[in-house]
């Protein structure tokens, strides 16, 4: 009955910037962390960014770190990746991901931490 829908993907040129949206559907997410995993072609589904119930802590890989911004909005039930300074590296399909209480005791750049999972959208870097 959960549903993540995530949007904003496409092809850019090195030095772009894109904005990652996922909407979820089928309850209230005020109090689940959400994250956001990509994957590459021939790789690990890769952890990029997290974001707590409030909002106020968030977590990125190293490779992103002051590139990436994820933020939320828990009115409308959606979170968002801010991604600038785009590389040919983070060409992936990106998926957002949202973890329950239960999960609590996985740290939040495990795949196993998440409950409920988007179907991805693809974002293609050029250089």
């Known amino acids: 009955q959960v549903q993540m829908v995530e949007s904003g993907g496409g092809l850019v040129q090195a030095g772009s910037s894109l904005r990652l949206s996922c909407a979820l559907s089928?309850?209230?997410?005020?109090?689940?962390?959400l994250g956001w995993f990509r994957q590459a072609p021939g790789k690990e589904r890769e952890f990029v960014a997290a974001?707590?119930?409030?909002?106020?802590?968030?977590r990125y890989t190293d490779s992103v770190k002051g590139r990436f911004t994820v933020s939320r909005d828990n009115a409308r039930n959606t979170v968002y990746l801010q991604m600038n300074s785009l590389e040919p590296e983070d060409t992936a399909v990106y998926y957002c991901?949202?973890?329950?209480?239960?999960?609590?005791?996985?740290?939040?750049?495990?795949?196993?931490?998440?409950?409920?999972w988007g179907q991805g959208t693809q974002v293609t870097v050029s250089s």
């Open positions: 089928g309850g209230t997410f005020s109090r689940h962390g």
């Open positions: 991901a949202a973890r329950e209480l239960i999960t609590a005791a996985l740290p939040p750049n495990s795949p196993h931490a998440y409950v409920y």
């Open positions: 974001i707590n119930w409030s909002g106020g802590t968030t």
